[in-house]
């Protein structure tokens, strides 16, 4: 459906006027109320909008398919390797949802200014802050020796603690990376240009969420849960390394809007 809406006609209708300013017009024998324009063919405006946001959306890509990897093993690790049952495993996926929504709602602003403001300072630090925060899970979830039987209830509990807690930590500053990219995404974009952006979006990470679940369980499968959050880490490593050596030279100042241009 996301691939069939790139097939969708380029002439489209657009109000122009209200139902009395149109009547009148019409009386007048003016210009029409509705005025059709012409848009170039959907490859030729994937291509404008790629060369003027396409940083931002391949750094939203590669983060969310590590994400993706990631929320794919979660469950299992949650049950097999931390002794989650069956309703502490819901609660901990409902709470998640929750914390996320409040994260979004209440802590995002104050999130964005930590992290610098500008969407340059806010996708290179939120990175890197995921990244130390995968590499943490993978040692939580490490493989150890075994406790003593008098230890052990304390260090299951410690290992819970410490995984919900960077679970948490993690599901913040996904949200504040991801919303922060399709602001300032949408808003470098003409009007006209909005409607294109967002079913990109839409169709690119909905193909690439199909494939990220099957590689972020085969390597749970075959290397463990370990292995598995230290190549999210890594992927929010390397993204961190060339969006801080190429984002000022792909990713330019937005333009000045022109009210303040005059005023200056």
Known sequence: AAGLCCLLP?????????????????????APAVEERLLPPWHRRAR???AVVGALIVAKLVTSTANSMASSAQSLVLK????????????????????????NGL???PLCRLLGGEVRWIVGNATLAMAFGYFALAV??????????????????????SFVGMAMFLAMFQYGLSTSITAESTQR?????????????????????????TIGISIFTHAGSSALYT?????????????????????????EPVAQKKKG
């Open 231 to 255: 190549t999210c880490g890594a992927v929010f490593t390397s993204v961190f390394v060339v969006w801080s050596a190429l984002a000022k030279q792909y990713l330019p100042q937005a333009e």
């Open 80 to 103: 097999n390797e931390l002794g989650f049952s069956e309703s502490d495993l819901g609660m901990f996926m409902s709470s998640q949802f929750a914390f996320g929504a409040v994260a």
């Open 48 to 50: 404008a909008i790629l």
């Open 107 to 109: 802590l995002l602003a």
């Open 189 to 213: 974009v003409s009007r006209d240009m909005k409607g294109t952006l967002i079913g990109m979006e839409h169709g690119i990470f909905s193909a690439a969420r199909i494939l990220t679940p």
């Open 140 to 161: 939580v979830v490490r493989p150890t020796a075994p406790p003593a039987a008098d230890a052990a209830g304390s260090v299951v509990s410690l290992r819970m603690c």
């Open 10 to 30: 380029s002439r489209f209708g657009r109000e122009q006027r209200t139902v009395a300013e149109a009547a009148a017009a019409a009386a007048a024998g003016s």
